[in-house]
């Protein structure tokens, strides 16, 4: 019994690798789902997400023109 290449190896042995992949899969996802309980977001009164932080306002409009002279980068 040949298991070393994944084109020679028997059926039991693909079993094994599916098997694995897997159970890796859904710890994946599990470590996913429970990091993602905690955004860091308020949740109101509905249970709906409302977004925190700082409002940033938008300026006033800037006209940019050029100088004339070519920059060399």
Do not use: Y
Request: hydrophobic share 45%; net charge positive; aromatic share 0%.
């Amino acid at each position: 019994m040949n298991n070393s290449s994944l084109t020679s190896a028997d059926r039991a042995t693909h079993v094994k690798i599916v098997a694995v992949s897997l159970i890796a899969g859904m710890l994946v996802i599990g470590v996913g789902i429970a990091a993602r309980s905690d955004l860091g977001v308020a949740t109101g009164a509905k249970g709906q997400l409302e977004a925190t932080g700082p409002i940033i306002k938008v300026g006033k409009p800037t006209a940019i023109t050029s100088s004339g002279t070519s920059a060399v980068r």
